[in-house]
C-alpha cells in the first residue's frame, strides 16, 4: 500500500511538473510569436509575410495578426495564443466523451464546463480569466519586455485596451466560442445515443424473434395438448384414426 502511495505521489508530481513547463513553454512561444506578428508588419512592413506566420499551440493554423495599430496587435496576437491554449483542452476533453453514451450526469457536466457556474475549473471560466484579466496582463508584460516602441500613443497599453472596449469584445467573442464547444458535445453524445440505440435495436429484436419462436412451439403445444385433452373428454366421440380408450391406458 504504501510503494502505491509513493508511486501515485510521483506519477502526480510529474503530470503537474510537465503541466507547469508546458504552460512556461506556451507562454514563451506566444511572446515570441506575437513579437514576430507584430515586428514583421509595423517595423518591417511586410503585410503579405504577416499572414504566414503560424500559431504557435497550432501550428496547422496561421495567427491572427491584422490589426491597424500596434496595440490592437498585440492583443489580438496574445488572445489568439491564450485561446489556442483554452480550445487545445477543450478539444482533448471532447475526444475523450466523444465515445460515451450519453447521461444525465454526463450532460450536468458539460453544462457546468461550458455555462457560467462555481466551477472554476470549467472550460468557461478559463475563457472567461483570459478576457477579464489575462490577456490584458500578458500585453502589458510584452511591453515592458520588448519596448515602448510598441505603442503608437502615449497610453500604456492597459488604458488604451480599456478606452478601445477590448474586454467586452473578448466576452462577446469566447461565449460564441463556448456556446459553439458546448452545442458539439451534446451533438456527439445525441450521434451517440442514436447508434447505440440503433444497436440496442437490433439486439431488441433479435429477442423478439427468438422468443416469438419459442412462443409458436409453445403454442403449437398447447393447441396438441387442447385437442388431446378434448379428445379425452369425449369418449364417446367417434374417430376414424383413433379409439377412445384413453381410460385404459
Avoid at 230 to 242: F, L, Q, R
Amino acid at each position: 500500500m504504501k510503494k502505491i502511495i509513493i508511486s501515485s505521489f510521483f506519477l502526480i508530481s510529474s503530470i503537474l511538473f510537465i503541466s507547469l513547463a508546458l504552460w512556461s513553454d506556451n507562454k514563451d512561444a506566444i511572446f515570441a510569436k506575437t513579437k514576430e506578428c507584430v515586428e514583421t508588419k509595423f517595423k518591417e512592413k511586410n503585410q503579405e509575410w504577416v499572414w504566414s506566420i503560424t500559431n504557435p499551440i497550432y501550428p496547422k493554423r496561421y495567427l491572427v495578426c491584422k490589426w491597424d495599430t500596434p496595440e490592437k496587435a498585440i492583443y489580438q496576437a496574445m488572445l489568439d495564443g491564450l485561446f489556442s491554449e483554452a480550445d487545445l483542452e477543450v478539444e482533448n476533453y471532447l475526444k475523450i466523451i466523444s465515445g460515451k453514451n450519453y447521461t444525465v450526469e454526463l450532460g450536468n457536466e458539460i453544462s457546468d464546463n461550458f455555462n457560467i457556474s462555481s466551477n472554476s475549473g470549467s472550460f468557461y471560466n478559463k475563457y472567461k480569466k483570459i478576457c477579464d484579466w489575462k490577456v490584458v496582463e500578458y500585453s502589458a508584460e510584452f511591453v515592458e519586455k520588448y519596448g515602448s516602441w510598441y505603442l503608437s500613443t502615449d497610453k500604456n497599453i492597459k488604458d488604451f485596451l480599456k478606452d478601445d472596449k477590448s474586454s467586452s469584445k473578448c466576452t462577446n467573442l469566447f461565449n460564441t466560442k463556448v456556446k459553439a464547444y458546448e452545442d458539439v458535445a451534446f451533438a456527439m453524445l445525441k450521434r451517440n445515443k442514436v447508434d447505440a440505440y440503433s444497436t440496442d435495436k437490433k439486439t431488441f429484436l433479435d429477442k423478439v424473434k427468438d422468443n416469438y419462436e419459442k412462443l409458436l412451439v409453445k403454442f403449437d403445444r398447447y393447441i396438441w395438448e387442447l385437442w388431446l385433452v378434448n379428445d379425452k373428454w369425449n369418449p364417446n366421440k367417434d374417430t376414424k384414426n383413433a379409439k377412445n380408450t384413453w381410460w385404459k391406458k
